[in-house]
């Protein structure tokens, strides 16, 4: 029988509601009878290979409920992609010795698609082992791109900033186009898939309102199709508002703006599409033209996050903790929406197996038959993920986020060699 | 003797509480006797030239106290400067023509130092021609680069969003470094004074905090000493954070965002001080950066404006109008500071002869002897003007803007022709 104790570690880009989980994995533990401390990875998985665990039980309780409000990793995140068992079983072998060493039996793994396969070997392997640790995947990628949830929490704020973002800068192009620029460019995060662009569409509120054009990687761009686009929409409207995913690509699948380098993971390396497409339109249609790139902004933008997104990464956290206590494992938590009229949602789960590396692309039916913007369908689809707010407190007119402790327990074992 | 209806023009590029100055104008005009209508211009001064004046009489009640809180030029702002009357007397000629023919008394004019030079040559040129139109300037800038005021309307809310998103961008990275990014560049606005990056020292509360480095256009860039300070700053806390002003420019007077680098791909390099110090870092230390540039979304952010920022905005429109009622003309409306503890800030007012095209730069006393920071003299400065939220109204998660009906008054004159 293992431990009742809890390792918790975030795993890959942080967002402005993770935090909000980890404060739903904490209280809900501290309020259950059969969950013993929380330990938190410091630096992700990183903290259970090098025996870095952060005592939680150590840290306030008006600690824990500023995670609620407060955005990024608290107990740092990584890059950092366990390889099978099979290639690697040092590693696998290392986190179970921690495990038992500070008597864990449960696994809670906060990330995207990568971490819940690593979560679902961690299970299996623990099994093999003859320590069964209960592994219990909790859902987070600002991309949106997990099967079988509804939404992944991050995203709703992503959403609300980018669209929030899209209505005030397009308000600004707006009223100087008469006499300044033209076009405004505005470049999000989406590598695969265009849901972030997507939300830029919440913006609109009739139909001649920014974006006039949103660039998915879902579509393969066609420069002149693009261009004549831009130019129809100036000589319509007078100015012309653009929301790029960072990974829009043309149809031989080559990035429009490729950096050269690449990430822990191997993904390639993004940013620049933003400017790349301003050269453009400068060079062929003669158009001033503004750029932004708003990169990590969005993703920790947890002054202005999505109400229903807070709540959801905290209840997706809260659920772990349960599940756990009534003997699940192998599974990640999910959001449920509700069928029929207005917006109810409730967790639910699925099993690890089912998730891993499964990829959740934007539906062809949210995609108008353009392929420059936002259908109905996927309008009623975004709505209600960013709404309502939940303003983190302020002092003297910036935010008052939450600095942890994040003190370390005590080492029982000899460093780690097998990295 | 002029009429007593009022013409009010935006002009310049727009800010997030410009409307708020609009609004203190109109509702003041409302309840002040003496004066009748209040015409704004159609894309600022144009609208004057090309006599479309939006006759805000015919705008509902809750239109115009909704321009409190919606950011950017309502009417439309334009970047078009006037020649002197000496070198184009036909501009003025026409503009005093069509204040004639609708009973034009007041001319408020809100902008930067250019439009308080117009407004000055405005009153003089009436005064000449025996029309004596009362011309007041209404200061707006987000560069705060106006003299003779302690702070421009526009300016607290940049400040507020660049030292905000400084300090979720900085937690992002801090909570990524240890397998992930190490720097993160933000590009702000910026051209002539580094007002705005300055500001985002605001995010700090501790020494090691983010920004590390502030880049400002006061202080020659030099890149040996700026790749030493990232390294030892890498060294120290394990990641980086530099804010740069837009116009960060070399000893020489070359700005850093016209230094003809290459991207991965040998493409010229797009513009941006942002990119061009990634590629800097990248290539010269190795360090895996990311970058962004906020551009239009830092002065439209009406989602998070300083509550200071709004209430003086809106103070300078409704100032406008009592000098103008108390028969004042030639001074442009300023914001004083109370000596003494705590802030407190009331209006005044300087002639505008002395305002024209005086740009107020960083005091030394203000920027680090080191040259990449602000000092405790700056922040206290600073301070204040971030202070209150003072949200937007939202509907279904997106703030509910205001969309005026910007109705035209018929025209009594032919077409300008001078142009």
Chains 1, 2 share one sequence.
């Not at 590598?191 to 920014?210: N, V, Y």
């Not at 009534?326 to 197996?353: D, F, H, I, N, P």
């Not at 990829?359 to 709505?383: C, N, Q, S, V």
């Amino acid at each position: 029988m293992a431990g009742s104790n809890i390792f918790y570690a975030q795993s890959g880009g942080v967002t402005a509601v993770i935090n909000a989980s980890a404060c739903g994995v904490i209280e809900t533990a501290r309020e259950t009878p059969k969950m013993g401390k929380v330990f938190v990875g410091k630096n992700g998985i990183l903290g259970a290979l090098n025996e870095e665990l952060i005592d939680t039980s150590l840290e306030p309780k008006r600690n824990i409920s500023g995670l609620r409000h407060t955005p990024s990793g608290a107990f740092g995140s990584c890059r950092f992609k366990l390889k099978s068992p099979e290639e690697n079983p040092r590693e696998y072998q290392r986190i179970l010795e921690v495990f038992k060493a500070h008597g864990i039996g449960y696994f809670f793994y906060n990330g995207g698609g990568d971490s819940q396969d690593t979560a679902n070997k961690v299970a299996a392997y623990s099994t093999r082992m003859g320590y069964p640790v209960q592994c219990i995947g909790i859902p987070k990628t600002v991309d949106n791109d997990l099967p079988f949830t509804d939404t992944c929490p991050g995203f709703g704020s992503v959403a609300k900033y980018v669209a929030i973002s899209t209505l005030e800068a397009g308000l600004d192009v707006a009223s100087m186009a008469a006499s300044s620029t033209k076009v405004f460019v505005l470049e999000v995060m989406g590598r695969h898939a265009g849901w972030i662009a997507a939300a830029s569409a919440l913006a609109a509120t009739q139909k001649s309102d920014p974006p006039h054009l949103v660039i998915l990687p879902e579509v393969p761009f066609d420069q002149t199709r693009f261009l004549k686009r831009v130019a129809a929409t100036v000589a319509r409207e007078d100015y012309c508002v653009i929301v790029a995913s960072e990974g829009a690509q043309t149809a031989d699948g080559r990035f429009l703006a490729e950096s050269g380098g690449v990430d822990a993971f191997g993904h390639a390396q993004l940013g620049g599409v933003a400017p790349m497409l301003v050269d453009l339109i400068k060079n062929q249609l003669g158009f001033k033209c503004h750029w932004a790139v708003s990169d990590y902004l969005q993703r920790a933008a947890r002054h202005v996050a999505s109400k229903v997104d807070v709540d959801q990464a905290y209840a997706v956290g809260a659920s772990a903790v349960r599940l756990a206590a009534s003997g699940k494992s192998g599974v990640m938590v999910t959001l449920e929406r509700s069928q029929g009229r207005g917006y109810r949602w409730r967790t639910g789960s699925v099993a690890l197996s089912k998730v891993a590396n499964v990829e959740k692309k934007m539906p062809k039916k949210f995609i108008t038959r353009d392929g420059w913007g936002i259908t109905e369908a996927g309008l009623a689809y975004l709505r209600p993920l960013v709404r309502g707010e939940d303003y983190p407190p302020y002092d003297q007119g910036i935010p008052r986020y939450v600095r942890l402790k994040n003190n370390l327990c005590p080492k029982k074992l000899p460093p780690f060699e097998g990295k």
